[in-house]
């Protein structure tokens, strides 16, 4: 193909001679290379697909990456005892055997296994971030580094939300280490680059793309990015870098049917990463803001019930003793923003509330009663005050007392001072039954549910509950909102109303 400068010379007239292209073709051929010239200055799809070779990037970054070795005792496994058929020679033999000093023979001595995992070094001083499985329960934990040098690691904090520990190892001299990147900047079809020590292989690198983003597993404070890049067991903790050399990411989870990587692999935000990492420096532990609140995400029944004019926000269920009652929240109160950010769903809030910083003084905007309401709330801490707040209650079936009334599908009857107590409420209706072909079965409602608000106010008799119906019928909604409790924890349910 020739180029642009070799058309250019051809076009070029020699001295003394007429030119021999009709004017037609002259301008089609200064056209031809004139396009041809602005095609050279839009690079090709090849060209800004990616880098040609990922090695400078490695040659870079490589020798931050590290190996994790963890050594621990488990019980020994003692295995079957042999069968041995009935009436066969060795019976008398195993009996006489088994029988010596029952119960007075030596123990199995505990065996030690090893575990393999990845991290890498985020200080010069030998700070060093991994998965919080590679390292749980190690009474041993060396790291080895890609020049051969081999340490001993000591931990300076975990945190099983999010699965990040933080290592430290006291090094001869400075280490090569990396930094963390902003996974928020991290788009879908972005390069990555993912190390570790897959399998137990030794250092490796494989590539991939951004897959997608805001992935969530089964976590509270899930954020992950999801990338091709293969991800392997041993890979655990590594990072995944992005083109600049910056973590974007600590390699966590694969899905896999068959325990290798078929390119769906998970790993955990930076952003959220080195909130973790920096609070585990500065004191050992994390330490979550609290708002102190049990919350469910407005569905598009529940938003029609409330009068929002869109499915979003936080809905709370339950207000105990804490900073949110404190500040004058309420059951039936719909979150929309915190602290200046805007709550889509609980996913989201449970998020900003952890960021955070305990005992901070934030603004919360609730929808309440048709009109919004901004309550200033000063955080507790999570970790010492969820628990108290929110004690397990596994309280018995609560007798049912009689008698008992059909409505909407379902069998109510007033609560006893059993069920009042095996709940830790003081009014409402007990679930005694529900028709499993009625629109209370098909929103998830069962027997020994109790019902304790219905249009958002409370309930302690059925004709309460049907008056609630009428008047949700006569204002034209579709729906009816009840507050239940099951097994002691609350939660709103949108329960379509028969004509």
């Known amino acids: 193909m020739q180029t642009a400068h070799t058309r250019a010379v051809a076009l070029t007239r020699p001295q003394g001679r007429s030119l021999a292209y009709p004017v037609t073709t002259l301008f089609l051929i200064i056209a031809m290379a004139l396009a041809t010239l602005a095609g050279t200055a839009v690079p090709s799809r090849a060209q800004i697909a990616g880098p040609g070779s990922f090695a400078d990037l490695v040659d870079e970054v490589g020798d931050a990456v590290v190996n994790i070795t963890t050594t621990s005792l488990v019980a020994a496994n003692t295995g079957p005892m042999p069968q041995v058929p009935p009436g066969s020679p060795l019976e008398d033999f195993f009996n006489d055997?088994?029988?010596?000093?029952?119960?007075?023979?030596?123990?199995?001595?505990?065996?030690?296994?090893n575990a393999l995992g990845s991290g890498f070094v985020i200080s010069e001083d030998g700070y060093i971030v991994t998965n919080n499985h590679v390292i749980d329960g190690a009474d041993e934990i060396m790291i080895d580094f890609r020049d051969g040098t081999r340490l001993p690691a000591d931990v300076v904090g975990t945190d099983p939300n999010t699965d990040i520990a933080l290592l430290k190892v006291e090094p001869?001299?400075?280490?090569?280490?990396?930094?963390?990147?902003?996974?928020?900047?991290?788009?879908?079809?972005?390069?990555?680059?993912a190390m570790g020590n897959p399998l137990g292989q030794g250092f490796s690198v494989s590539v991939g793309i951004v897959s997608a983003r805001e992935r969530a597993l089964s976590g509270t404070y899930d954020n992950y990015i999801q990338t091709d890049a293969a991800i392997n067991r041993g890979n655990s903790g590594g990072p995944l870098f992005n083109m600049d050399g910056e973590v974007v990411g600590v390699n966590t989870a694969i899905l896999s049917p068959n325990g290798g990587s078929i390119g769906i692999g998970f790993s955990m935000s930076s952003n959220v990463v080195s909130h973790v990492v920096q609070q585990l420096q500065d004191f050992g532990e994390t330490r979550r803001g609290w708002l102190g609140v049990r919350i469910q995400d407005v569905s598009a029944d529940i938003a029609e019930g409330l009068g929002l004019d869109q499915a979003s926000g936080a809905l709370v269920t339950d207000v105990p003793e804490g900073p949110a009652r404190e500040a004058g929240m309420e059951v039936g109160d719909v979150i929309?923003?915190?602290?200046?950010v805007a709550v889509d769903d609980t996913r989201e809030l449970v998020r900003v509330v952890g960021d955070a910083p305990v005992g901070e003084t934030v603004r919360v905007v609730v929808y309440r009663d048709g009109e919004?309401?901004?309550?200033?709330?000063?955080?507790?801490?999570?970790?010492?005050?969820e628990n108290a707040a929110f004690p397990d209650q596994n309280g018995d079936t609560p007798v049912v007392p009689a008698p008992s009334s059909d409505v909407l599908g379902m069998s109510l009857a007033p609560l006893t001072d059993e069920a009042r107590q095996a709940n830790g409420i003081e009014t409402g209706l007990l679930v005694e039954s529900v028709d499993p072909t009625s629109d209370a079965a098909d929103r998830g409602l069962m027997a020994g549910d109790v019902i304790t608000e219905v249009g958002q106010q409370p309930v302690s008799d059925v004709e309460a509950f049907r008056t609630r119906v009428t008047e949700a019928e006569d204002a034209g909604q579709n729906s009816v909102l009840l507050l239940i409790r099951r097994d002691g924890t609350p939660r709103f349910v949108a329960l379509p109303i028969n004509k």
């Open 97 to 113: 055997f088994m029988n010596r000093n029952p119960g007075q023979g030596p123990a199995p001595a505990p065996r030690r296994s």
């Open 172 to 193: 001869a001299s400075a280490l090569t280490h990396v930094a963390f990147g902003d996974s928020d900047s991290a788009r879908v079809g972005d390069w990555v680059m």
């Open 336 to 340: 929309t923003t915190f602290n200046g």
């Open 372 to 385: 919004t309401q901004t309550l200033l709330v000063t955080l507790g801490r999570r970790e010492t005050s």
